[in-house]
C-alpha cells in the first residue's frame, strides 16, 4: 500500500500524477482495463484523478477502456454526467461507459454466500439470514487491470465510505444491498458511523473476498480523502493498495486520514440544526445523511429539531417504485419497523433500513402502536406539508428558513449538508 497525503494543505496536481504513475508503474501492457467509480451522489476529485489514470494508460497502450457506474440502487447517469462526474472530454475514444443495474438478472452473477452463522454472530443473533453473494458479471470479464475509485467519508452502514465497499453492495445486486444496510440498522447506526472496524464493515470483507475470488485481473484500489470550500474539492489525501489486502490496508490508512477532516467535534448539544442539502443530493434518500451524521450521543437535545433543507428535492427516491414505498412505509423507528416487516416480509429491507436510519432512535408502544422520539426530523423542501406529515417527518417551508436565524448558541447552520459527523467533545 502506498499513499501521499496533505491533510493541513491541498495536492497538486503534479503529485496526484506522480502518485498515478507509481502505482500503475508495475502493468506494463494493459489492453483492456475496468474502471469502477462512484457515482453521482458521491463528492470527490475523479474529476482530477481520472485524466491522470487515462493518460498514463493511453501511454502504455491500452485499446479499451470500460467505466463501471458504481450506483448501488441510484438512478442511472447519463453520458454526460459521467464524463462530467471524471473529467473526461466526449473526444475520447475506445471507452465504454456502463451503468451498474442491481435489479437486472442479466447483468448479475452469484458467486458465493455468507453463512448465516457469521451474519449472526454479527449482529448479535438479530438477523440469522445468509447473505447472496451477487456481483456484476463484468468484474468476472477478461481484463488485464480493474481499477476502482472510491471516496472515504463517515458512513452510516460502514463506518467510513471507501475500499471493498464498491464491489459490496455498490455494484451488488438488490437482497445484497438489501440485507447489508438491513444488518448495520441492526447493528447499531451510531455504533458503527465513523468507526473503522466495525461488525458491519466485516461484513462487506467477507462478501468482497468471495468477489476477489473470482475477479481474474489485478486489481487496484485508489481511495480518496477531501475537502469541500466554496464549492471546490480539495484533494487532501490518495491512498493506493493492490488486492483484497491491499484494498483493506488502503481504506484504513484513508479512514484515519478522513476521521480527521470530517468529523467535528461540539461543546454543547444542539436544539437546532439545520442541514444545508446540495442539488447533487437530489431525493430525500441521500439527503437523509443530514439526519445521520448528527445521531451520535449527546448531539441533539432531547426533542431538538434537525431541519434538511432543501428547496431542490420534489421526491423521497428518484425511482418511482421505491419512492411510492417510502411514502407507503412513512419514516419510522427500528422497533415499529421490525413489527411492519412481520406483517409483509417482502418489503425491501433497504428501504426498511433507510426510514429507520433518517427517524432516529426512539421508543414504540406495540399494543397503542405509539411512537416517541428522541429529536424531530423536519423537511424544508419542494415536498408538500401533507406529503411530510403523512410519513411522519415535519414540514417547514423553505422561505421560512433563514441562516441568521441559527447562528446562536444551541443552534448550527450547516453548509455541505450530510458531510460531516457531529460528535460532542
Known sequence: MIYIENLNGELTEKQLGEMVKKSLQGFTHPKKVLLIHPDYTRTD???????????????????????????????????????????????????????????????LVTVDEISSSFVAEKTQGELSQSIPVVVNKLITEDYDL????????????????????????????????????????????????????????????KGSSYIFNQIKAPTISFNMVFEEKEHQVIPKGIYVGEGFDGFIKAYNQAAKASSQLHVIYLDEPLEYAVQVIEESYDEIWTAGKGSYKLQSPGVMTLNGEIIIYA?????????PEMDIALRQVGYHGKDYIKKYLKSNPDFSKNIAAHVINVRGAGSFDVNSGKEEFNFKVTLATGISQDICESVGLGYRNPDSIHKEDFIRPGKLWIKNGGKYLYKIK
Open 45 to 107: 476529485f475523479s474529476d482530477k484523478l481520472v485524466p491522470l489514470i487515462y493518460q498514463e494508460l493511453k501511454g502504455k497502450g491500452v485499446k479499451q477502456v470500460d467505466f463501471l457506474n458504481a450506483g448501488g440502487t441510484h438512478r442511472a447517469m447519463t453520458i454526460e454526467e459521467i464524463r462530467n462526474k471524471l473529467g473526461l472530454s466526449a473526444q475520447l475514444s475506445f471507452i465504454n461507459f456502463y451503468n451498474h443495474e442491481y435489479n437486472n438478472p442479466q447483468q
Open 311 to 319: 428547496p431542490h428535492i420534489n421526491c423521497f427516491h428518484s425511482r
Open 146 to 205: 480493474i481499477i476502482a475509485l472510491s471516496g472515504t467519508l463517515p458512513h452510516e452502514s460502514a463506518g467510513y465510505a471507501g475500499g471493498l465497499k464498491v464491489f459490496f453492495p455498490g455494484i451488488s445486486g438488490p437482497e445484497v444491498i438489501d440485507l447489508i444496510h438491513w444488518a448495520a440498522v441492526l447493528i447499531g447506526i451510531p455504533q458503527i458511523i465513523g468507526t473503522i472496524d466495525n461488525p458491519a464493515r466485516e461484513v462487506i470483507n
